[in-house]
């Protein structure tokens, strides 16, 4: 099994904060921490990076298992209904930790995969 790290936000959500608010942009960020929680096992780990950035690590056996539950996790966000602001999307980008690397590193990789997921239309995973 090989550690993976899938580095997520959301989509657009200065304008969550700037049109709703920030009390309903930290409902949006609860929700959809409940959402990722529900859909993913008891020993992955999902972290507040800063903002709206989330960090998902789980063990996976190569890197088509990452992509998919990332694309399975786009895609509940995305189905999922707000109150006041609707739908939500985020973008994902995937990468598998070298154990002879810095962890960093891989979240950087994950970082840099997420830029180019927002840059090609948001609402999708990069690996």
Not at 78 to 104: D, M, R, W, Y
Not at 111 to 120: F, M
Request: glycine share 8%; hydrophobic share 40%.
């Amino acid at each position: 099994m090989q550690t993976g790290v899938i580095f997520f936000d959301i989509d657009h959500f200065k304008k969550v904060n700037d049109v709703y608010g920030h009390e309903t942009g930290g409902n949006v960020l609860i929700k959809i921490a409940s959402i990722v929680k529900k859909y993913t096992r008891d020993n992955d780990k999902i972290i507040r990076w800063g903002g709206e950035e989330f960090l998902f690590i789980c063990e996976v056996d190569k890197m088509k298992s990452l992509v998919q539950i990332a694309e399975h996790l786009c895609s509940v966000i995305a189905k999922a209904h707000h109150e006041s602001v609707g739908q939500v999307t985020c973008s994902f980008g995937c990468a598998l930790h070298n154990n002879e690397a810095p962890i960093l590193t891989t979240i950087k990789y994950a970082d840099e995969k997420l830029y180019i997921a927002k840059n090609t239309g948001r609402n999708r995973v990069e690996s």
